[in-house]
């Protein structure tokens, strides 16, 4: 193999132009807002070190991540554009801080004190991002009615250290993606928080530098509290952070990835035999089995164990047995003609036959999200941009140039 393929085993297709497709949209409604385009998790598994060279490529502001490697790794494949850590960072790696003009998030007074302490022992000064805590339950100073004046004293003697300039402030949602009454009032309740610290901040003579506060959920379906900045994720990669008509309703996304196994065997079952670990199927007729080369081991969950179903030569094929680490059976007797090497669909389109992110997160018992940040680092991702594959990234044989 050259060093540009890869094994045609398990891998995803990847669709930049449903990137490029899908942030036009989000540029569109964010309006005269800044994008902050969300690559953390490996850019929801989808490979940051191609995804965010090519967001900045085609318009995107900031990235936002959630720790220093992550920062590092995009910056290393050309990202020029500001960059947010959203996690917390030693105090220890100030140097690589400020080395690679990162931004990070500043969440406590104790934090604050620990990364000015560095940052003037290196005779540096770091840009932070105030993290407030509006009712997430995570980090941030805590702004409620009873802690209101102590997050804005607090936020005050952050703001005064050396070694640390402030550039924005931001605050993340709970339940922006939520449309019942509670949740809707519960989003306006931490919007109204957050502009009552930035205002509070801004009349004791602090900037609080760039506000943003609206995740993928955010961005659609509150378009009043947008800022200076909005921070799409989920949407970027053409999945909404919910299933509802409140979220879904408001712009037209296209899926970016695709994930595709071939056939390694086909063999027949006599009724009554048994299929995988567990002996979990049992074949209630003589049925054709095809075997194939994805498990639970590249992403593909174990809880889709006679649930799940792919699509082989453009028609559905149950998945029989427990999933195994690294293989999954299909039962493919009502399929013409499957044999060794024809190329499987776990989710994505085949023909008229489509099987979604959320299709397989709802047979899991778990969210969209997770089915594309589950993807392995044994599973190659292939990109495809105006009708070529322009670029295969194997994590296995990726090296240090």
């Not at 900031?62 to 590092?72: C, D, H």
């Not at 809880?303 to 680490?325: D, E, F, H, P």
Request: glycine fraction near 8%.
């Amino acid at each position: 193999m050259t060093e540009n393929e890869v094994l045609r085993r398990t891998w995803a297709d990847i669709s930049l132009d449903a990137v490029e497709y899908n942030f036009r949209q989000i540029r569109a409604a964010a309006g005269p807002a800044k994008v902050m385009a969300v690559v953390k998790a490996d850019a929801y598994g989808h490979g940051d070190r191609m995804m965010a060279p090519f967001l900045e490529s085609i318009g995107a502001d900031w990235f936002g991540v959630s720790n220093l490697e992550e920062a590092l790794g995009i910056r290393e494949s050309g990202v020029t554009k500001p960059i947010l850590i959203f996690g917390s960072t030693p105090p220890e790696c100030a140097y690589e801080l400020a080395k690679w003009d990162i931004t990070q998030a500043c969440y406590s007074l104790e934090y604050a004190k620990e990364l000015s302490d560095a940052a003037v022992k290196l005779g540096a000064t770091l840009n932070v991002h105030l993290k407030f805590d509006t009712g997430m339950g995570r980090i941030g100073f805590v702004v409620t009615d009873d802690c209101f004046d102590t997050a804005l004293a607090e936020s005050k003697e952050a703001v005064s250290l050396p070694g640390i300039r402030v550039t924005g402030t931001f605050t993340h949602f709970s339940v922006a993606d939520e449309a019942s009454e509670e949740s809707i009032a519960y989003t306006k309740m931490q919007f109204d928080r957050f502009t009552r610290i930035c205002a509070a901040m801004k009349a004791a003579g602090i900037d609080p530098g760039i506000r943003h506060c609206c995740n993928s959920a955010g961005l659609l379906c509150y378009p009043e509290m947008r800022l200076d900045m909005v921070r799409p994720g989920i949407i970027l990669y053409g999945l909404y952070p919910a299933d509802n008509e409140f979220v879904t309703s408001k712009i037209k996304l296209s899926p970016v990835m695709e994930m595709r196994t071939v056939v390694t065997m086909v063999k027949s079952l006599a009724a009554g035999s048994t299929v995988s670990y567990g002996r979990r199927y049992t074949a209630p007729e003589d049925e054709i089995i095809a075997s194939t080369a994805v498990g639970y081991a590249d992403g593909y969950h174990r809880l889709l164990t006679n649930r799940g179903r792919m699509i082989v030569r453009g028609q559905y094929a149950k998945v029989t047995g427990s999933v195994c680490m690294d293989q999954t059976m299909l039962e493919v007797t009502g399929i013409p003609g499957v044999k060794e090497g024809d190329r499987v669909t776990v989710f994505g389109r085949d023909g008229d036959a489509f099987i979604s992110a959320d299709e397989v997160a709802a047979l899991a018992g778990t969210i969209n999200y997770e089915v594309v940040c589950a993807m392995s680092r044994r599973v190659p991702r292939c990109y495809y941009y105006q009708g070529e594959n322009i670029h295969n990234f194997d994590y296995l044989r990726w090296k240090e140039k």
